[in-house]
């Protein structure tokens, strides 16, 4: 037994003395030697060259924070000088990353399984060229497919402190070329101080306060300095920000802080916030101001198809979900702004799914003005004229075209609602509510409704941009229209109990409302009553040709009107009135002719018929309006006046249906609509 014992002495001594020798050994080895091996293999593994050009030098230490066995087994903290990765053959760079120095702390067990696990890395003077071609292939990722995938190496890195570096990307499918310096800043500033200041307000009368971010206060300081300069999507690009000196890729609840100043073409945007879990990029969260020139500008950049617009700015809270299965998910939370001189807010959603991308939330306006929404429908607005259809001089209807190109890029389903909306004293709206549904290529406008004088304006706008023409529907109804509230400058009116009501139903071919009006095909319905006019009135609305012809009619007396009846029928553009009849207290006036909506061109004639024997009009013959929308023509046609009696042959050559203007009508309870009588006596005629 004691020779057994003796023995096992013997057999533990020796082996004590080898782990001694190989610690030994370890510890006072020359690295360096084994250089050339490690440059091989690891090239080998990346599947491109791979060099440590400098000093080699290896230490051993144990993570006292590790429990059980796991406490023996030690770390090695490895430290190389000037190591270069190069890049595959397509790329033009020969380097992909170069750097002074290395130092990283690197796991022995899980290289049993074939990962590199490093729990820091501490680069110095880092260098990266970053490229992508068109085909996708990028110099970033390390393809190793021609391995088995049981012989592949993984990488898990914790987290990485960098200090003075250089990066240059050129990626040909976003068509970037942008060259970032990183220096250290001579003094760290607080992460509080910046989301303090919150960055850039968009505008000095904008309502938008920047916010502190989650997990502010564990947010570490900015400790360097950042300024890129170069192209992105064919638009100059400069930048400049702060960021954190230490990323943590693994931890979710250390923040890396970042602050950014950046102008793309007529885009400004700044950004102050942190990134968590960069890794991934699972998370982000940042107060983001966007002020431009035009919102249509945004597409090229982001993906997200915005309509023309004037200039913008808005603030709000941008997060984001980058790992979701159906694709990233932005949150642009709680912005305000401006467009134009209408302020908006409201919470959106960006999903970047597949087929197309998924704009979703709502938007509210407090003012509106009409002025900021005529990039909407062409009109003119403050875009470089370069990028706009030229509006010829003598057209009145928008000519620009709808860019539907942009429609089928993204889907949309956003709840639109303004609480006022500012048209000056010409036509005096309260409201409006949208529905905005763009479905690939298909934009609808359902419902679309509006307050004005007291009444509603609502209907339906369906445009199907899939097809070529573009093709146009709208369908519109006006109710209970006040005479007094349309007319709020005009004081005879304000005594006046009348209403408006109309309905509108056009289809139309074509890619700007030029053209949808143009080749349009429906009918247009209106009834007024217990109004008045005179030549101030049209010149109130802006009717020139109005005021001539009132002026011809009545002279300057202010006339009560009991009736307007209007059935216009459009076919290919060009309409006719089926009925176009002003009932005065002493005279009936009928226009006939046409409007041709393609050549902007009138043909109108004016017959105007005294009631009873009674002549106060102060003109013997019909007058005619012609020329065009932008400078009409009007006189008097040669000829005597029809003959008495004419009114009643009109009222007798009715073909619209008397009961589809009836049912305009809305019931009135202070008194009877005057415009009843004037129907059942065209019915009565027809008959």
């Known amino acids: 037994m004691r020779r057994i014992g003796k023995l096992f002495t013997v057999i533990g001594l020796v082996v004590v003395l080898l782990l001694a020798a190989a610690t030994i050994l370890l510890a006072t080895a020359d690295w360096n030697r084994l250089r050339p091996i490690l440059n091989e293999r690891a090239s080998a593994a990346l599947g491109r060259p791979f060099a440590i050009n400098g000093e080699l030098s290896v230490d051993w230490r144990r993570d006292a924070r590790a429990a059980g066995w796991r406490r023996v087994v030690p770390w090695m903290d490895i430290s190389a000088a000037d190591l270069r990765i190069g890049n ?30 490093i729990a820091r890395v501490d680069v110095t003077q880092p260098a990266v ?19 088995p995938e049981a012989q592949r190496w993984t990488l898990d890195i914790g987290e990485i402190a960098f200090d003075r570096g250089q990066v240059a990307l050129a990626d040909a499918i976003s068509a970037a070329e942008v060259a970032l310096t990183i220096d250290p800043l001579a003094q760290a500033i607080p992460f509080r101080e910046l989301i303090g200041r919150g960055a850039a307000a968009p505008a000095a009368n904008d309502e938008a306060t920047p916010q502190a971010a989650d997990g502010e206060a564990a947010a570490p300081d900015y400790a360097f300095g950042w300024q890129a300069k170069g192209r992105y999507r064919g638009q100059p690009f400069t930048g400049s ?7 943590a890729l693994h931890d979710a609840a250390r923040p890396f802080p970042l602050q950014a100043d950046v102008h793309v073409g007529n885009t400004h945007a700044t950004v102050v916030g942190t990134l968590t879990d960069p890794r991934a990029l699972a998370a982000l969260d940042l107060q983001l101001s966007l002020r431009g020139a035009n919102l249509a500008d945004l597409f090229p950049l982001t993906g997200v198809a915005l309509p023309d617009s004037g200039a913008y700015a808005t603030s709000g809270r941008l997060s984001a979900e980058l790992q979701r299965p159906g694709g990233a998910v932005f949150h642009y939370r709680d912005f305000s702004g401006r467009v134009g001189d209408s302020d908006i807010r409201g919470n959106l959603s960006f999903t970047a799914a597949e087929p197309r991308a998924r704009l979703e939330g709502e938007i509210s306006s407090r003012l509106l003005r009409f002025a900021d929404l005529a990039p909407l429908v062409g009109a003119d607005y403050d875009a470089p004229r370069a990028r706009r259809a030229e509006q010829p001089p003598e057209r009145v209807l928008p000519v620009e075209p709808f860019r539907t190109d942009r429609w089928r890029a993204m889907d949309a389903n956003v709840r639109f609602t303004g609480q006022r909306l500012d048209r000056g004293e010409q036509l005096p709206f309260t409201d409006m509510q949208t529905h905005l549904l763009l479905n690939d290529g298909e934009l609808r406008l359902d419902p679309l409704r509006f307050g004005i004088a007291g009444g509603r304006l609502e209907g339906l706008v369906r445009v199907d941009g899939r097809a070529a023409p573009m093709r146009g529907h709208a369908r519109l109804k006006a109710r209970r229209l006040t005479l007094k509230a349309l007319f709020a400058g005009f004081e005879a009116m304000q005594t006046s109990l009348g209403e408006l009501n109309g309905e509108i139903d056009l289809r139309g071919r074509g890619n700007s409302v030029a053209a949808l009006l143009g080749s349009a095909d429906g009918e247009i319905r209106l009834i007024l009553n217990d109004g008045a006019i005179s030549r101030g009135l049209m010149e109130i609305a802006g009717l020139n040709v109005g005021s ?23 076919a290919d553009g060009l309409m006719r009135p089926r009925v176009f009849l002003f009932d005065t207290e002493n005279a009936r006036i009928d226009v006939e002719g046409a409007a041709s909506l393609a050549d902007e061109q009138l043909d109108l004639v004016v017959r105007p018929q005294s009631k009873g024997g009674m002549r106060i009009l102060s003109l013997r013959s019909p007058l005619y309006v012609r020329g065009s929308f932008k400078a009409p023509d009007a006189g008097v046609q040669t000829g005597p006046l029809i003959a008495r009696g004419a009114g009643a042959v009109a009222l007798g050559a009715v073909v619209a249906p008397v009961a589809a203007l009836l049912a305009l009508i809305a019931p009135s309870v202070e008194a009877d609509n005057p415009c009843v009588a004037l129907l059942e006596e065209m019915r009565a005629e027809r008959r």
């Not at 920000?241 to 990323?247: A, D, E, I, P, V």
């Not at 011809?552 to 007396?557: C, I, N, T, W």
């Not at 009560?560 to 059935?567: E, G, K, L, S, T």
């Open 88 to 117: 595959p053959a397509w790329a033009a760079s020969p380097a992909f990353a170069t750097f002074e120095r290395v130092k990283l702390r690197l796991a022995l067990l899980p290289l049993l399984r074939r990962e590199v696990a």
């Open 129 to 147: 060229w970053l490229e992508r071609r068109a085909d996708g292939h990028a110099n970033w990722v390390f393809d190793q497919d021609e391995e």
């Open 241 to 247: 920000g702060k960021t954190g000196g230490l990323l």
């Open 548 to 570: 001539y012809l009132v002026t011809k009619l009545f002279g300057d007396d202010e006339v009560q009107i009991n009736c307007v009846v209007a059935d216009l029928g459009v």
